[in-house]
Every structure is written in structure tokens, then in C-alpha cells.
């Protein structure tokens, strides 16, 4: 039972991480049996993953004929944007609130430091990733509510899936470090309504910037699919089953 257990784990964790990095695009065709071959496992902790991924979003049936990951539009990105400014805006204005300043004055430090990071892409987005995870990290703790910080996960595990669609842009990269650095300074300065207007204001351009690229040309890259996919070609070099990293949330 444990070695089932866990098996189930590591599905749920490979097939996540596989849709979060589009090498499971939106619209590719999950099916148990290819899936358990793939992953050299058996069909009962890929039924078993592919229930948690339904109940996480990521995976939908698809009338009655099987399972898909779950699209990706301009209407459910419109909609997920809804619940997060909901979300974060009522969590930036407690941090102002019930903030240990210093922790933020040492996010002020480091974003300041951001253009000079980007200078350098490649290294320098990943740099600004990983920040953008202690930004998060930060404001999480700063709450005091476990209950938010329980929603706000839930809804970055699809902001991690639409950081895709905007290609490591570097300016718009740069443009939310300013709006993330607003936010750290109201904070900072104990100012829950500029802390949440910052917000809303980072959210909004974000959006902008999100259906922009979902208008342009969303990713394209290959599906590892079980068996057939509907918007791209079935890759079908496959790994084995291993825990993959989690990915850092859009911004």
C-alpha cells in the first residue's frame, strides 16, 4: 500500500510539473494506459494522479471521452485574474498591517537591484524568479492567515502554467519588478491602501501583458501526450518517473 502510495505521488508529480512546463500542452489527450506505460507504472496511481490534477484545474474531461489538460483562453485567464486580485490585494494590505518590516527591506534592496540583474537574461530572469518567490514567500508569512495563504497557492499553481505564455519577456520582467518594488514599499511604510492599490494596478498591467501574448502566438511547444493531442504533435521520448522541481509563479 505505502509502495502504491507513493508511486501515486510521484505520478501526480511528474504528470504536474509536465503540464506546468506546456510539455504537456493545453488540450493534450490524457489516457491511463499510455500514461502507466510511460511512466512504467500501474494504471491505479495514474487514476488516482490524474483525480488530483481534476481537482487542482490542470486536467478536464472532455465529454465524456476521456481526460484533457485543461485549456488555456483569454476568458479562464480573465477569470483566474478576477479571483487573483480578490486575492492578493486583501493579502498585500494585512502584510502593510502585520509586516516585520525588515524582511521586506531586504526585498526592497534586492528589487532595486533588478535592472542590473536583467542586464544579463539569461541567468538574470531566473535571478528575478527566484525573487519573485521570496516576494511571495514574504507577503505569505506577513498575512497571518492560513486560510488565504492556502487559496493564494492554489491559484499560483495556474499562474506558474501562464508564465509561458510570456516568453521571459524582458521588459515587461523589468515593468513588474517597479510594480513588485511599489508594493514592497508600501509595506514597508505600513500603508495597507497604497499596498493594495500598488497591487491592483501590478495586476491589471500583468493581465494586459498576459492576453497580449495569448493574442499574439501562444507557446507551441510539443505535447507529451498519451496517445494523441489536440493542439500539438505527440513527443514520445519519455523519461522516467522522477520528481520534477516546482516551477516559480507569473508575474
Same mark, same amino acid.
Given at each position: 500500500m505505502r509502495v502504491m502510495a507513493r508511486a501515486g505521488e510521484l505520478a501526480y508529480e511528474a504528470l504536474r510539473s509536465e503540464i506546468l512546463s506546456w510539455q504537456l500542452a493545453p488540450g493534450a489527450v490524457l489516457a491511463e494506459v499510455e500514461l502507466s506505460g510511460r511512466l512504467g507504472i500501474s494504471r491505479t496511481p495514474v487514476r488516482e494522479a490524474l483525480a488530483r490534477l481534476v481537482a487542482d484545474g490542470l486536467v478536464e474531461p472532455q465529454g465524456g471521452r476521456g481526460l484533457i489538460v485543461a485549456p488555456v483562453s483569454a476568458a479562464n485567464v480573465t477569470e483566474l485574474f478576477e479571483l487573483r486580485r480578490a486575492l492578493e490585494t486583501e493579502a498585500a494590505a494585512l502584510a502593510a498591517r502585520r509586516r516585520t518590516a525588515a524582511a521586506f527591506v531586504a526585498l526592497q534592496n534586492e528589487l532595486r537591484e533588478v535592472p542590473a540583474l536583467l542586464a544579463d537574461p539569461d541567468p538574470g530572469r531566473h535571478a528575478y524568479y527566484?525573487? =519573485?518567490?521570496?516576494?511571495?514567500?514574504?507577503?505569505?508569512? =506577513?498575512?497571518?492567515? /492560513?486560510?488565504?495563504?492556502?487559496?493564494? $497557492?492554489?491559484?499560483? $499553481? %495556474?499562474?506558474? &502554467?501562464?508564465?509561458?505564455?510570456?516568453? *521571459?519577456? /524582458?521588459?515587461?520582467?523589468? #515593468? =513588474?519588478?517597479? #510594480? %513588485? !518594488? !511599489?508594493?514592497?514599499?508600501?509595506?514597508? *511604510? @505600513?500603508? /495597507?491602501?497604497?499596498?493594495?492599490?500598488? $497591487?491592483?494596478?501590478?495586476?491589471?498591467?500583468?493581465? &494586459? =501583458? $498576459?492576453? @497580449?501574448s495569448l493574442d499574439a502566438d501562444p507557446p507551441t511547444t510539443p505535447a507529451r501526450a498519451s496517445g494523441r493531442t489536440d493542439t500539438a504533435p505527440t513527443d514520445t521520448a519519455s523519461p522516467a518517473l522522477t520528481t520534477p522541481p516546482k516551477g516559480a509563479p507569473a508575474r
Open positions: 527566484d525573487l =519573485a518567490v521570496r516576494f511571495d514567500a514574504a507577503i505569505d508569512e =506577513a498575512v497571518q492567515n /492560513p486560510f488565504l495563504v492556502q487559496a493564494l $497557492t492554489n491559484v499560483r $499553481t %495556474h499562474l506558474v &502554467r501562464l508564465r509561458r505564455l510570456s516568453r *521571459d519577456n /524582458p521588459a515587461r520582467l523589468l #515593468e =513588474a519588478a517597479r #510594480e %513588485h !518594488l !511599489l508594493i514592497v514599499d508600501a509595506i514597508v *511604510d @505600513g500603508d /495597507p491602501q497604497l499596498a493594495a492599490d500598488a $497591487t491592483r494596478v501590478h495586476l491589471a498591467r500583468s493581465l &494586459r =501583458a $498576459t492576453l @497580449g
